[in-house]
């Protein structure tokens, strides 16, 4: 008699009679999971149709890298994503990344500093009037763009500069380019967030710290108002196919944190009004 398959069942069955599988899972449906994982480029280990902590931590990877929420667990979306098409080459999705903060800009005067969650327009591409924050804003232009959610929680509405700090990556300053993040910190709390859109010795940001944003504005400048915090470039990996980076020490035991691992709400986010004491830069 051949063996029994045995699933570890949590809320039902997945599109298309997909189990939803996690740690423990056995039988075909974990074979199937496992040789999507390494056709995308994320390796379990042997497709043996035990779903053990390496097949796990794979799942985690990919999640991570797809922008989905990161449970380890293979549910409807996980499912979905492993069968889709590759992301979005890197050229193209930067491109567009860069092309929604700019439509900010072009749009400030309909776009309104307030601390809200869910984040307003998460699900409306292009919303005015739009009420959001620094973190908010970004990770718009990234929702709007068809990238991953650059706080690793499914654009569920959630996250804030605290989450970004503990889930993105880490690039040196010389490694920037458009479409990644520049994020200030004090004390293990995040503080201000924009986007890169043209890298250099002194990039070009844009920014949204007060009602006048969002807006143009060098990183010399801004970094000016933030004095005494530590600046981090933070890159979604996903963004350039990459399926891991591992961040520097520093960046790694600040996650450890549990304010930053924990935390979703809106802090203060204290980039805000100081930034516009010089005038933005215009391009």
């Known amino acids: 008699m051949p063996e029994q398959e045995s699933y570890v069942p949590i809320t039902g069955l997945a599109a298309k009679g997909d189990p939803i599988l996690q ?23 042997a497709a043996d149709g035990d779903f053990g902590a390496k097949t796990k931590a794979a799942v985690m990877d990919f999640q991570r ?4 929420s990161v449970d380890g667990i293979v549910g409807p979306a996980t499912w ?3 069968r889709a098409p590759a992301p979005t080459p890197v050229s193209g999705l930067r ?8 439509w900010g800009v072009s749009n400030a005067a309909g776009i309104h500093y307030q601390q809200l969650r869910p984040m307003d327009g998460i699900n409306q ?7 959001t924050d620094c973190s908010g804003f970004v990770t718009l232009c990234y929702k709007w763009a068809g990238a991953g959610d650059p706080n690793g ?31 200030w910190a004090r004390n293990g709390q995040g503080e201000h967030v924009a986007m890169v859109i043209e890298p250099g010795s002194d990039p070009l940001l844009i920014s949204h710290g007060e009602e006048s944003g969002p807006y143009t504005v060098q990183f010399s400048s801004s970094n000016r108002y933030h004095s005494g915090a530590t600046v981090y470039w ?30 979703t709400d809106a802090p203060s986010e204290a980039g805000l009004a100081r930034e516009a004491v010089n005038p933005p830069v215009t391009h």
């Open 153 to 183: 929680l499914g654009f569920n509405g959630q996250g804030y500069t605290g989450s970004m700090l503990g889930y993105l990556s880490a690039v040196s300053q010389s490694q920037v380019k458009a479409g990644d993040l520049v994020l």
């Open 95 to 102: 491109e567009k990344i860069v092309s929604e903060a700019q």
């Open 23 to 45: 740690q423990g899972s056995s039988g075909s449906a974990v074979v199937e999971l496992q040789r999507l994982l390494t056709a995308a480029g994320f390796s379990p280990g």
């Open 234 to 263: 933070l890159r979604l990996p996903s963004v350039d196919g990459v399926t891991r980076e591992v961040p520097p020490t520093e960046l790694r035991m600040l996650r450890a944190r549990p304010e930053v691992r924990g935390n």
């Open 65 to 68: 890298a797809r922008g989905l």
């Open 80 to 82: 979905a994503a492993l």
């Open 125 to 131: 591409r292009h919303k005015l009037p739009l009420y």
